[in-house]
């Protein structure tokens, strides 16, 4: 018996040597353009899904057809998920190709069938996923706010979803939020050049005309061709 339990140990020992000894060397490539193996993956599959499932288990779930926390979802998923996540009419976006692992397409899986668990990932996020926690900026209500909206997005087509988020109140989950951000299309099919295009860099003296919302062009004044050092002398570059 005691041979037994020595055996034991030191086979112990010998693998976490051996696990430390391939992490140390770079063994394990942790590039995300390198999927895990297929036991590997299916391993983190199950960490993840039984890690939310207990997690959420007791969360009671809200009335998620009320028209109104719908329509207050469709602002914030626009502004928040769609570069991800995308949306009906949306292609895939540099983010959703490219994060690993990939997020899944909400405008086809919708919540699933667990709406406590889709407003637990939403709140908390998933460590080393790409997932933020939103719930340390956004309140409870306008997270099931997101999932309502979630929940219908499989049924919507574009053109409905253009409505709902158009009826919206755009951006906001209670104190803390940006402007919202339209992230519909983003850099996919329906991309707006004039919304997106990168900003050429200016030389002294350039004019860059920009298009507001109506479609008018702003002209600055022109950029300086001179700029003040911290202390306070004045360089002026020649034309």
């Not at 976490?16 to 992490?23: C, H, K, M, Q």
């Not at 770079?26 to 193996?37: K, L, T």
């Not at 809200?62 to 292609?91: E, K, R, T």
């Not at 919304?195 to 350039?206: D, I, N, V």
Request: with cysteine.
């Amino acid at each position: 018996m005691k041979r037994t339990i020595k055996t034991l140990a030191l086979a112990g020992v010998f693998s976490g040597v051996a696990v430390a000894a391939v992490a140390y060397f770079g063994v394990i490539n942790v590039g995300a353009d390198d999927p895990h193996v297929k036991v590997v993956h299916s391993f983190l599959g199950m960490v993840r899904e039984r890690s939310v499932a207990v997690r959420s288990n007791d969360i009671e779930v809200p009335d998620l057809n009320d028209q109104a926390m719908i329509q207050a979802g469709a602002g914030n998923y626009n502004s928040m998920c769609v570069g991800c996540h995308l949306a009906p009419g949306v292609a895939e976006t540099e983010l959703s190709q490219a994060l690993y692992p990939a997020p899944p397409n909400l405008a086809k899986k919708g919540i699933g069938e667990n709406p406590a668990a889709a407003f637990w990932v939403i709140k908390h996020g998933i460590k080393a996923s790409g997932m933020p926690a939103w719930g340390k900026s956004m309140q409870d209500p306008y997270i099931w706010g997101m999932v309502a909206f979630i929940k219908q997005l499989p049924q919507l087509d574009k053109t409905e979803y253009q409505r709902l988020v158009a009826s919206s109140s755009g951006h906001q989950h209670g104190g803390g939020e940006t402007q919202m951000h339209d992230h519909e299309g983003q850099h996919g099919a329906d991309r707006n050049p004039a919304q997106h295009a990168p900003h050429a860099a200016q030389s002294p003296g350039e004019v860059h005309h920009a298009v507001d919302s109506n479609g008018q062009i702003n002209t600055p004044e022109p950029a300086s061709n001179s700029h003040t050092h911290a202390d306070d002398k004045v360089h002026k570059h020649e034309d």
